[in-house]
């Protein structure tokens, strides 16, 4: 099995809250790249967002990403974004198992509709902007991903279940 496994989607797949169980079951460390960013800076993701944009915080989580991914035996939740440097992709593909995990726009915006703590959601229209995320970013995830599991309509235990046959049949 996999030393690290890495988890990567949209915003609202799910990615921590799996990482955590798979983490739990596997005896690895998890980490929140997010989590991670905001306890080193001591302010939460928004605020970066809003002082230093986009870019200040796609930076901070590269140098996040990079640490963590060379730790070994850990379960790592990245970023929504963590894909749009192509030093991040190298590094999850190089230095573990990257798992996608997909949902369908309706149900992440189900997910995340009521959540302030989404700065790339906070505009007129938030379904709109993950449509636009969505495109984007589905075929980064594909490229780095040596599993893909559709979390939609599944219970939390289900798709635990299927990453973990998936992970033994590596």
Same mark, same amino acid.
């Given at each position: #099995?996999?030393?690290?496994?890495?988890?990567?989607?949209?915003?609202?797949?799910?990615?921590? $809250?799996?990482?955590?169980?798979?983490?739990? %079951?596997?005896?690895?460390?998890?980490?929140?790249?997010? %989590?991670?960013?905001?306890?080193?800076?001591?302010?939460?993701?928004?605020?970066?967002?809003?002082?230093?944009? &986009? =870019?200040?915080?796609?930076?901070?989580?590269?140098?996040?990403?990079?640490?963590?991914?060379?730790?070994?035996?850990?379960?790592?939740?990245?970023?929504?974004?963590?894909?749009? @440097?192509?030093?991040?992709?190298?590094?999850? #593909? &190089?230095?573990?198992?990257?798992?996608?995990?997909?949902?369908?726009?309706?149900?992440?915006?189900?997910? $995340?509709?009521? =959540?302030?703590?989404?700065?790339?959601?906070?505009?007129?229209?938030?379904?709109?902007? @993950?449509?636009?995320?969505?495109?984007?970013?589905?075929?980064?995830?594909?490229?780095?991903?040596?599993?893909?599991? =559709?979390?939609?309509?599944?219970?939390?235990?289900?798709?635990? %279940?299927?990453?973990?046959?998936?992970? @033994?049949?590596?």
């Amino acid at each position: #099995m996999a030393a690290n496994i890495f988890f990567v989607g949209l915003m609202g797949a799910g990615k921590t $809250t799996i990482g955590r169980i798979i983490a739990k %079951h596997l005896n690895k460390t998890f980490y929140d790249s997010d %989590h991670e960013i905001e306890r080193r800076t001591g302010v939460s993701i928004p605020v970066i967002f809003e002082l230093e944009k &986009e =870019d200040g915080f796609r930076k901070r989580e590269a140098t996040v990403i990079e640490e963590l991914s060379r730790m070994q035996d850990i379960v790592l939740a990245t970023g929504g974004g963590a894909v749009l @440097l192509p030093q991040n992709r190298k590094q999850l #593909m &190089e230095n573990g198992t990257v798992i996608y995990l997909r949902a369908n726009v309706q149900e992440l915006w189900q997910r $995340t509709r009521n =959540d302030k703590n989404r700065p790339l959601l906070q505009n007129d229209n938030p379904r709109k902007k @993950l449509e636009q995320l969505f495109a984007q970013r589905d075929p980064l995830y594909r490229e780095v991903a040596s599993i893909i599991v =559709d979390t939609g309509g599944q219970p939390v235990n289900a798709i635990v %279940h299927q990453i973990e046959q998936k992970l @033994l049949s590596l």
